[in-house]
């Protein structure tokens, strides 16, 4: 009879709860009468525990039209969390459910989303260390669970299948194949075990980083205080021995979107002008006439006294060139031909064309079977790919496997067909494009970002994310939301400098813009193609906003195709050039942004490396505050029996195992209760 009522009592509370829901979804606001019937049900254990199924299933996006309804939801469910910490229930389900329905319960206000998330974002509970260290053990472990099931499922899959492939074999052997299986047995040829352990090791690993990187979503929506972030990825970094760069990659997507600690530094105008005027009165040697000269090309309008200036001397050359070719091709607006722009860059890196050593390149040609066969492929393919049904076949194949032999660090990498390709339409020579794809590569340090780590790829995600946090943190909030970072969009823009707009250009000239953004490279280096990024970032506006993530991919996936990389349409290039004059972005900015990133890597490897616990809980406490809490334990758990622990024990005192939390070591037990009772 009491299961029965139990029943109907449950049966009830979630009828309640349901039909609070449902009616906050057709956004009908709730009564006081209705929302305090609610909230009455959560007082009870069984009732927050039938208001987390009620969530948990809410698998797909809702939207609620009425923003009203969206903020009466977000009091249930932080009365819900108010609840649950005040009981103190064992049972991390609850937070669980909340984190799955923050983000797929929204409305929109001003065109843009509003999430669940949002709105209870401010409960205390999101700062509560050990309940986030409770959290991640347990999905990681429920996630070991379910990699290691699939795992043997496969294994017995594929076991099944060579056994049905050895029982064909056997019969299309007969009798001279089972003497042969038999012979292999009498000589003691049987097949060795597997050591299960290096698989056991990958799905840890792999499970631990799925579980943190899910994770790092609701760190940055909730949002989780910085602090608590860092000590949460080293601990379990520490704990499950994760590479040191995995682990302060992971971090850094967090820091994306947090306020700065120390603010982007802007140069101040008159410090700015001192330190360049040093520097180019050190470049000109103290030449008053020189110096004169240099300071003069700023304010020269004609193209044709610029290249005078060029053509006085060697040394004037040589001392001006670059800011010649940096007034022609970023302050003055006009078109320059092909064939000129590609002897500009060649100038700008410092290739002589007569001077070219084509005995070596020719050599490079004549060395068959020096490349791997592997390469040889993958560069084949790579063009047929890329530049279909064109000309440049065979020469983009002969600078690339000379290349390849040249640079024997750097080889080949996918992309770098399309910057030689590029170049390529430009200076239609295989010598000239060979000699500026060598420079490049060197010149801006490309080699690192070709490498198999790429190191310098992930610290320009890095840099280039926190810039557009600076200049758009709305949008990077937003992208953050939905999962998606830099690498997610960015890796063709870096590794191919913008140049993969290629394969969709069908005529035999390349996009107006990728030349304007080529230019602003050669001079400015790195930061031009930061503001490129930003450039195609604010060309979509706030579209972003009202797209999900399939959608947002879909835009970045198209945007070469766009009007924006035409061939024929010079106004997107025009508005290239006036973007970058109004985003300022200095060396300064970028040199700060570049030790934030070495920081945060030499902090995880000193947090990880170092000799004492990473964990954060593991504090000096006195030493009569810790016996009394033991005695206060007898007193309270005086009818249980005790079991004495020593092991694992920092501070060699006896401890119940009824204290022990899932998932939590004796260690951790102890350092919990100090905690507890130093914040009491």
């Known amino acids: 009879g009491k299961v029965e009522e139990n029943k109907e009592g449950s049966n009830d509370i979630r009828t309640i709860l349901e039909c609070a829901v449902i009616m906050l979804q057709e956004n009908n606001p709730l009564s006081f009468d209705q929302k305090a019937t609610a909230i009455e049900q959560l007082h009870k254990v069984n009732g927050r525990e039938i208001f987390a199924d009620v969530l948990f299933n809410i698998s797909r996006p809702i939207k609620i039209g009425n923003p009203e309804c969206l903020k009466i939801f977000g009091e249930l469910v932080n009365y819900l969390l108010t609840t649950h910490a005040l009981a103190k229930d064992c049972s991390n389900y609850v937070v669980f459910s909340v984190l799955a329905v923050g983000k797929n319960v929204y409305s929109v206000i001003d065109k843009k989303r509003q999430h669940l998330f949002n709105v209870i974002s401010g409960h205390g509970i999101w700062q509560d260390a050990d309940l986030w260290k409770l959290l991640i053990q347990d999905a990681i472990q429920d996630k070991i669970k379910e990699t290691t099931y699939i795992s043997e499922r496969m294994k017995i899959t594929k076991e099944k299948e060579k056994e049905k492939d050895k029982e064909a074999t056997s019969e299309r052997k007969g009798v001279a194949g089972m003497l042969s299986s038999a012979w292999g047995l009498f000589m003691g040829k049987t097949k060795k075990e597997e050591n299960p352990e290096p698989e056991r090791r990958k799905i840890e690993v792999s499970s631990v980083i799925a579980t943190l990187n899910s994770f790092n979503t609701y760190f940055t929506n909730f949002p989780v205080k910085l602090e608590i972030v860092e000590r949460l990825f080293r601990f379990f970094g520490k704990k499950y021995s994760l590479d040191i760069q995995k682990v302060a990659e992971m971090e850094m997507e967090v820091k994306v979107v947090q306020p700065y600690r120390k603010p982007i530094e802007q140069e101040d105008r008159t410090t700015a002008s001192i330190m360049k005027r040093q520097k180019e009165r050190s470049k000109c040697d103290n030449n008053g006439l020189v110096l004169g000269i240099a300071l003069s090309v700023p304010f020269i309008s004609s193209l044709q006294t610029l290249h005078n200036v060029l053509l006085l001397n060697r040394k004037m050359y040589a001392k001006t060139k670059d800011e010649v070719f940096k007034q022609v091709l970023i302050v003055h607006n006009v078109k320059i031909p092909l064939h000129i722009r590609g002897s500009i860059w060649l100038q700008m890196l410092d290739i002589n064309k007569l001077k070219c050593d084509r005995a070596q390149y020719e050599g490079y040609l004549n060395m068959t079977g020096k490349l791997s066969k592997t390469i040889e492929d993958v560069i084949t393919l790579d063009i047929h790919r ?42 239609q020579d295989e010598l000239l494009t060979f000699t500026a794809l060598g420079r490049i590569i060197e010149k801006f340090h490309m080699g690192d970002l070709f490498s198999d780590d790429v190191p310098l790829l992930r610290k320009l995600f890095y840099e280039f994310d926190r810039l557009l946090f600076l200049y758009y943190p709305e949008i990077t909030k937003f992208l953050k939301t939905e999962g998606i970072t830099g690498c997610y969009y960015g890796s063709t823009w870096f590794i191919t400098l913008f140049t993969h707009t290629l394969q969709h250009t069908k005529e035999a000239l390349p996009p107006i813009i990728l030349t304007s953004i080529w230019d602003h490279f050669l001079v400015y280096g790195w930061k031009a193609l930061f503001k490129a990024g930003l450039f195609m970032i604010d060309s979509f506006g706030s579209k972003f906003l009202e797209l999900k993530f399939d959608e947002i991919m879909v835009m970045f996936g198209e945007l070469s195709k766009a009007d924006l990389f035409s061939w024929t349409n010079p106004e997107p290039a025009n508005k290239f050039r006036q973007f970058a004059k109004t985003r300022k972005i200095t060396q300064k900015m970028i040199d700060q942004l570049s030790r934030e990133y070495d920081e945060a890597i030499e902090g995880v490897k000193l947090a990880i490396n170092s000799s004492e616990e990473a964990n954060w809980i593991y504090q000096e406490v006195d030493e009569m505050q810790f016996k009394l809490i033991l005695q206060t334990m007898r007193q309270t758990q005086a009818k249980h029996n005790w079991e004495i622990i020593q092991e694992n024990n920092p501070y060699h005192t006896p401890v119940s195992y009824t204290h022990l939390r899932a998932h939590e070591t004796e260690a951790d037990l102890v350092c919990r209760l100090l905690l507890e009772k130093k914040n009491i």
């Open 386 to 427: 890329s530049f279909p049904d064109s000309k440049m076949t065979i020469p983009l194949n002969n600078v690339l496997r000379a290349f390849a032999l040249h640079n024997s660090h750097v080889q080949y990498c996918q992309g770098m067909n399309f910057i030689a390709g590029f170049l390529y339409l430009l200076l």
